[in-house]
Nanobody, 121 residues
Framework: QVQLVESGGGLVQAGGSLRLSCAAS????????MGWYRQAPGKERELVAV???????TYADSVKGRFTISRDNAKNTANLQMNSLKPEDTAVYLC???????????????WGQGTQVTVSS
């Protein structure tokens, strides 16, 4: 019924940039927050950044000043601009969205499959 599809991952050298995109599709009534998480091998999933429907943003301390999250409410998309990348940013990046489908009363959190980001030193 709903799909979240991430794109834009890849291999980049330290100091470089990548832009991740997340597109939500399906019978969507509304989307509240959209966010990016990441999970490195052997580590727990951690919040990277989140943006509300009103545009308020929250960032992990480790990415503040380097990453910028944005969204297009009309297109149901969220982007993550990642600059000054470090090897420790290497992880699978997952998009999520707290959204309500047209045929449901409540909001649920949905996840994408993830996109790999690898930063070489």
């Amino acid at each position: 019924q709903v799909q979240l599809v991430e794109s834009g991952g890849g291999l980049v050298q330290a100091g470089g940039s990548l832009r991740l995109s997340c597109a939500a599709s399906g019978s969507i009534f509304s989307i509240n927050a959209m966010g990016w998480y990441r999970q490195a091998p052997g580590k727990e999933r951690e919040l990277v950044a989140v943006i509300t429907s009103a545009g308020s943003t929250t960032y992990a301390d480790s990415v503040k000043g380097r990453f910028t999250i944005s969204r297009d409410n009309a297109k149901n998309t969220a982007n993550l601009q990642m600059n000054s990348l470090k090897p420790e940013d290497t992880a699978v990046y997952l998009c999520n969205a707290d959204l309500r489908l047209s045929n449901e009363r409540y909001t649920y959190r949905y996840w994408g499959q993830g996109t790999q980001v690898t930063v070489s030193s």
